[in-house]
């Protein structure tokens, strides 16, 4: 049995996006010629098969005009493996590296999972892994450390500007050793908010 379908995109962005994503979910028989915007499926197989698969084309359209990207998941062994990496980095940091740049990213037990290609997740890693190997010369706590990373990596600053900003804005006390002011939690979140502002 056949069944034909056509889905018409906004972009050619919205089109390669869907190209990318129907592979992924339809698990029948089918080819797709592309006129354009326009993606022309023909599927094949049993009745119960193709419904399926009509039913999953139209999902896969859906996310691909909304501009969702589907998570991915990625074992951090791999990832940790895959990178050059010059100085350890806590997974969690990755996460919200990730999350600060523009993705979505989670850590799932030993997975992280993201939106991010592999290439940017290792590319991420390296960058953070350098931030690390700079800051063992500064006299900072590791849950500040964790904190300072993010916010160099991400601002792209020296480790004495942003521990001079993060000491004004509160967020990490000025001793013998650079701590965080509160939990590492609320300083998590105060730190999106001032990455978030400029």
Excluded: C, W
């Excluded at 951090?76 to 740049?101: G, R, T, W």
């Excluded at 030993?110 to 390296?126: G, I, M, N, P, S």
């Excluded at 900072?140 to 020296?158: D, G, Q, T």
């Amino acid at each position: 049995m056949f069944k034909r379908i056509s889905v018409k995109f906004a972009s050619k962005e919205e089109l390669e996006h869907f190209l990318e994503l129907l592979p992924v979910y339809v698990k029948t028989e089918y080819y797709a010629i592309v006129r354009g915007n326009n993606v022309y499926i023909q599927l094949s197989g049993s009745p119960a098969d193709i419904k399926r698969s009509a039913a999953v084309v139209k999902t896969a359209a859906g996310i691909a005009r909304t501009k969702i990207r589907p998570l991915r998941s990625y074992p951090l062994d791999m990832v940790f493996a895959k990178a050059e990496v010059v100085a350890p980095v806590p997974p969690d940091v990755l996460a919200d590296y990730l999350e600060a740049s523009g993705h979505r990213a989670k850590l799932r037990g030993l997975d992280l999972q993201t939106d991010a290609t592999f290439e940017e997740v290792t590319r991420a890693l390296e960058r953070l892994s350098a931030v690390y190997k700079t800051l063992e010369k500064y006299p900072v706590s590791p849950h500040a450390k964790r904190v300072v990373a993010l916010y160099i990596a991400v601002k792209r600053v020296s480790p004495e500007e942003a521990l001079e900003r993060l000491t004004s804005i509160g967020i990490l006390n000025k001793g013998d050793v650079y701590s965080i002011r509160g939990n590492l939690a609320a300083a998590k979140k105060a730190l999106f908010a001032v990455i978030g502002q400029t």
